[in-house]
């Protein structure tokens, strides 16, 4: 018994482990960014932020494919994309449960967002975007979906959620140890870019995570698995509406 839940936790933690590291280390490096974005959308601009997301995601989306290839046997694109939800079965069903439990995570913002006074003030670095320039909005409602919203869900409840419960139960109670490990390793993946490229103080960073980022991906994961479809388009679209709301606001 003491073998096969290691088995079963042994690929999560693994993906986990190079996903982490893979984004920690070069955030690590070079520390937090503060350039200045440039004002106009230019060819070089365009090329550089895509060569940015190849360089990002690149590295993740090759790991993920020759680990689902060499550890589970998937053999095609299409096995690989269907064995970390990205499926059309379950499709409206998984919509149907995000539609159902998106006001939970407005609630889950709204409580961060009083709570957060309790903290102490967000850094001014952070919380100035008025010098953000017109496109810049745009770029990150698009980046909020693909890589950021598709991957992570694919990483998150498509594949770690998915294989820490490999019977599936319909019932949360028995979900809860996987929905519970899951969201923890997804909360902590976070922790190097809440320090490092957003430069947020410590308290800050332990408080987003408590308040914010954990029991989000808990929902989540209750989207995941009351769909009963194994299909992550619902907890995809919760994702990004959460990341891109704050940027569709900036066009406002």
């Not at 690989?80 to 409206?92: A, D, E, P």
């Not at 990150?140 to 992570?152: Q, R």
Request: aromatic letters at 12%; hydrophobic letters at 55%; glycine letters at 6%.
């Amino acid at each position: 018994m003491t073998s096969k839940k290691l088995r079963e936790t042994k690929g999560p933690l693994t993906v986990w482990l190079f996903v982490t590291l893979y984004f920690a280390i070069p955030m690590l490096i070079s520390g937090s960014s503060n350039g200045t974005l440039p004002q106009n959308v230019t060819i070089s601009l365009i090329l550089a932020l895509l060569m940015s997301i190849a360089i990002g995601w690149g590295g993740v989306l090759v790991f993920l494919a020759i680990f689902l290839a060499l550890w589970e046997r998937r053999r095609s694109l299409g096995e690989i994309f269907s064995s970390v939800g990205l499926r059309r079965t379950g499709f409206v069903k998984s919509v149907l449960w995000s539609f159902a439990l998106f006001p939970f995570c407005v609630v889950v913002g709204l409580i961060s967002m009083m709570l957060s006074n309790f903290i102490g003030p967000l850094p001014t670095a952070v919380s100035n975007s008025e010098q953000a320039p017109f496109w810049y909005p745009w770029y990150m409602i698009i980046y909020s979906f693909f890589p950021v919203a598709v991957l992570e869900e694919a990483i998150a409840r498509g594949y770690m959620l998915d294989r820490l419960m490999p019977q599936h139960p319909s019932s949360l109670t028995k979900a809860l140890p996987a929905m519970l490990l899951s969201s923890l390793l997804a909360t902590l993946y976070h922790i190097p870019a809440y320090l490092r490229v957003y430069a947020l103080p410590i308290p800050w960073t332990i408080g987003r995570l408590t308040i914010n980022v954990f029991p989000i991906s808990l929902v989540l994961s209750i989207v995941y698995v009351r769909a009963r479809t194994r299909n992550i388009i619902g907890p995809i679209l919760i994702h990004f509406l959460l990341d891109a709301i704050p940027f569709i606001l900036l066009l406002t």
